[in-house]
Nanobody, 124 residues
Framework: QVVASGGGSVQPGGSLRLSCVAS????????VGWFRQAPGKEREGVSC?????????VYADSVKGRFTISRDIAKNTVFLHMTVLKPEDTAVYHC??????????????????WGQGTQVTVSS
């Protein structure tokens, strides 16, 4: 399983780093996606990264230039570093690992993924 953590409350313009830690399997060969859902809104693929054999990354247009997805193979973890946070980034964020799909396929099908999430609140 994978567990997301690192959420919190920040002011606009602030930063947070979310962690997606895997247990029971080696994460590096899996594509990993970060998804979010705000009340009353559809689930969105925020950012996804393919397994290490490919390593491709995908970002939603709404977060390009502000969010960065990365892997720490030794820690069996994928991070989502979020900067210049905006109130519209407020949502529950969760991560999922997929051994079959690419990053593009994961982020293109957010409705197929859900899991334990962490709340991110951006407010002044």
């Amino acid at each position: 399983q994978v567990v997301a953590s690192g959420g919190g409350s920040v002011q606009p313009g602030g930063s947070l780093r979310l962690s997606c830690v895997a247990s029971g399997f080696t994460l590096k060969h899996y594509a990993v996606g970060w998804f979010r859902q705000a009340p009353g809104k559809e689930r969105e693929g925020v950012s996804c990264i393919s397994g290490v054999d490919d390593g491709k990354t995908v970002y939603a247009d709404s977060v390009k230039g502000r969010f960065t997805i990365s892997r720490d193979i030794a820690k069996n973890t994928v991070f989502l570093h979020m900067t210049v946070l905006k109130p519209e980034d407020t949502a529950v964020y969760h991560c999922t690992a997929d051994p079959e799909r690419t990053a593009e396929a994961m982020c293109g099908n957010p409705q197929d993924y859900w899991g334990q999430g962490t709340q991110v609140t951006v407010s002044s």
